[in-house]
């Protein structure tokens, strides 16, 4: 099969469809709770489909229809922000791949403090430069440059290829549960995320717990009549610290590091003459899948350990017993893991290793991503795998290499012809 060829010969068409989309604004606003910009850059996604062969799927995010499913961020404005999925129909046969990767970007922040525009798509010697170009418009365009190669190539393929192009990732993942919720599933899926072309079969859940004590308000002059609440809320922050460090005996994972409880913002009292009323805890728990249970049971376990942790406190003092903490998760999302064992693992690995000609990089992503909706609720076997250093995400001067763009073009295609088959 001529694929590192046809990617050779057409280079710079590849590399000038990356340009075009990293110019094209496609930022999200305030999160994705006001908004965002994706429709021009799914107007070019589209097209390019349509010239493929694709049968297209527009559609926009609907709360009532996500509402269902723990971690959907509702309340986000959903107008003019639609969803692009393409099918390329298998002929029969063979296995369905689906590949996954966010058109929406970060704001890019200060202006000021970019060398170039943020939507120059500038290229200079190795690597093209722009907002979006490794989160994730780099591993998007080498998806449906993937599907490019296919076509020049004339192949058809047995089983069914899947591209989705989704909106609202970075409001956290709307996009991709709209595409779940409308039914679409395959043997297998691929998130480009930039891992640098490492395979990632696995990443971290979170939870963000909000915990409020109660205090007595008083005058500080007063104060052993009063109730101190942040002097209650510190007690509960070291009972969670201590649990953090009997997860690291406990929770271990061969990919991932152990479970970390973050504290990132705390809110109490209004003087320093007042004995504070009432405090509030903001934390972010990051926690791994455990192959043993299911993953909303290890969300269980973990947020149960939580409010156990809490209740040793509350067990312990008065106050708190008859004034309980209030705790709320206020976000959350599953942690994923798809077994090292999975052909499918084991067929990606071969192809991407017989490409890099040297041993493939395997490890997990202690950060979240869209893999998990995939895996979680449509029970697809997936793995996160595209171009780009996850340190550039989110960067000033942010960029991306041209050759791990064109390589991963052709780990795509290849993989694409390898998993779905041919018909000859
Ligand atoms: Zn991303």
Same mark, same amino acid.
């Given at each position: 099969?001529?694929?590192?060829?046809?990617?050779l010969?057409?280079?710079?068409?590849?590399?000038?469809?990356?340009?075009?989309?990293?110019?094209?604004?496609t930022?999200?606003?305030?999160?994705?709770?006001?908004?965002?910009?994706?429709?021009?850059?799914q107007?070019?996604?589209?097209?390019?489909?349509?010239q493929?062969?694709?049968?297209?799927?527009?559609?926009?995010?609907?709360?009532?229809?996500?509402?269902?499913?723990?971690?959907?961020?509702?309340?986000?404005?959903?107008?003019?922000?639609?969803?692009?999925?393409?099918?390329l129909?298998?002929?029969?046969?063979?296995?369905?791949?689906?590949?996954?990767?966010?058109?929406?970007?970060?704001?890019?922040?200060?202006r000021?403090?970019w060398?170039?525009?943020?939507f120059?798509?500038?290229v200079?010697?190795?690597?093209?430069y722009?907002?979006?170009?490794?989160d994730?418009?780099?591993?998007?365009?080498a998806?449906?440059?993937?599907?490019?190669?296919?076509?020049?190539?004339?192949?058809?393929?047995?089983?069914?290829?899947?591209?989705?192009?989704?909106?609202d990732?970075?409001?956290?993942?709307?996009?991709?549960?709209?595409?779940?919720?409308?039914?679409y599933?395959?043997?297998?899926?691929?998130?480009?995320?930039?891992?640098?072309?490492?395979?990632?079969?696995?990443?971290?859940? /979170?939870l963000f717990?909000?915990?409020? %004590?109660? #205090?007595?308000? &008083?005058?500080?002059?007063?104060?052993? +009549? @009063?109730?101190? =609440?942040?002097?209650?809320?510190?007690?509960?922050?070291?009972?969670?610290?201590?649990?953090?460090?009997?997860?690291l005996?406990?929770?271990?994972?061969?990919?991932?590091?152990?479970?970390?409880?973050?504290?990132?913002?705390?809110?109490?009292?209004?003087?320093?003459?007042?004995?504070?009323?009432?405090?509030?805890?903001?934390?972010?728990?990051?926690?791994q899948?455990?192959?043993?249970?299911?993953?909303?049971?290890?969300?269980?376990?973990?947020?149960?350990?939580?409010?156990a942790?809490?209740?040793?406190?509350?067990?312990?003092?008065?106050?708190?017993?008859?004034?309980?903490?209030?705790?709320?998760?206020?976000?959350?999302?599953f942690?994923?893991?798809t077994p090292?064992?999975?052909? /499918?693992?084991?067929?990606?690995?071969q %192809?991407? #290793?017989?490409? &890099?000609?040297?041993?493939?990089?395997? +490890? @997990?992503?202690? =950060?979240?991503?869209?893999?998990?909706?995939?895996?979680?609720?449509?029970?697809?076997?997936?793995?996160?795998?595209?171009?780009?250093?996850?340190?550039?995400?989110?960067?000033?001067?942010?960029?991306?290499?041209?050759?791990?763009?064109?390589?991963?073009?052709?780990?795509?295609?290849?993989?694409?012809?390898?998993?779905?088959?041919?018909?000859?």
């Amino acid at each position: 099969m001529q694929v590192k060829e046809t990617v050779l010969q057409n280079k710079e068409e590849y590399i000038s469809f990356l340009s075009r989309l990293v110019q094209t604004d496609t930022q999200v606003i305030g999160h994705g709770v006001l908004g965002g910009n994706e429709q021009a850059g799914q107007a070019i996604i589209k097209e390019k489909l349509e010239q493929l062969g694709f049968q297209i799927d527009e559609f926009l995010v609907d709360d009532e229809k996500i509402k269902k499913y723990p971690g959907a961020n509702l309340g986000h404005s959903n107008e003019g922000r639609p969803n692009v999925v393409g099918t390329l129909k298998g002929t029969g046969g063979g296995r369905s791949l689906i590949l996954n990767g966010h058109v929406d970007t970060m704001p890019f922040g200060d202006r000021s403090k970019w060398a170039d525009d943020p939507f120059s798509g500038a290229v200079k010697g190795n690597v093209l430069y722009g907002l979006g170009s490794t989160d994730m418009k780099g591993s998007l365009a080498a998806m449906m440059m993937a599907a490019q190669v296919i076509h020049t190539l004339g192949i058809r393929l047995k089983g069914d290829l899947i591209i989705q192009s989704v909106v609202d990732e970075e409001g956290g993942g709307n996009g991709t549960l709209a595409c779940v919720e409308r039914g679409y599933t395959a043997d297998a899926a691929i998130v480009g995320e930039p891992t640098q072309l490492h395979i990632q079969p696995a990443h971290m859940g /979170f939870l963000f717990h909000e915990i409020t %004590v109660e #205090g007595k308000s &008083l005058h500080s002059s007063q104060l052993w +009549e @009063g109730v101190n =609440a942040i002097d209650k809320a510190i007690k509960i922050y070291q009972s969670l610290k201590e649990l953090e460090h009997r997860w690291l005996m406990t929770e271990r994972h061969p990919l991932l590091p152990g479970p970390t409880i973050n504290l990132g913002e705390i809110k109490g009292g209004i003087a320093g003459s007042v004995v504070p009323g009432s405090c509030t805890l903001k934390t972010c728990l990051h926690y791994q899948p455990n192959p043993r249970e299911s993953y909303a049971a290890t969300r269980e376990r973990i947020h149960g350990d939580v409010l156990a942790a809490i209740d040793s406190v509350v067990k312990g003092d008065e106050w708190l017993q008859a004034h309980p903490p209030q705790v709320t998760v206020y976000q959350e999302g599953f942690p994923f893991e798809t077994p090292l064992t999975h052909p /499918f693992i084991q067929e990606i690995r071969q %192809v991407l #290793g017989g490409i &890099l000609q040297q041993d493939v990089v395997i +490890e @997990g992503m202690p =950060a979240g991503c869209d893999a998990r909706l995939l895996a979680g609720f449509a029970n697809i076997p997936t793995i996160i795998l595209g171009c780009g250093d996850p340190r550039q995400c989110h960067c000033i001067d942010e960029s991306v290499p041209i050759d791990q763009f064109l390589t991963l073009i052709e780990v795509y295609a290849s993989f694409i012809i390898s998993w779905c088959g041919i018909d000859s």
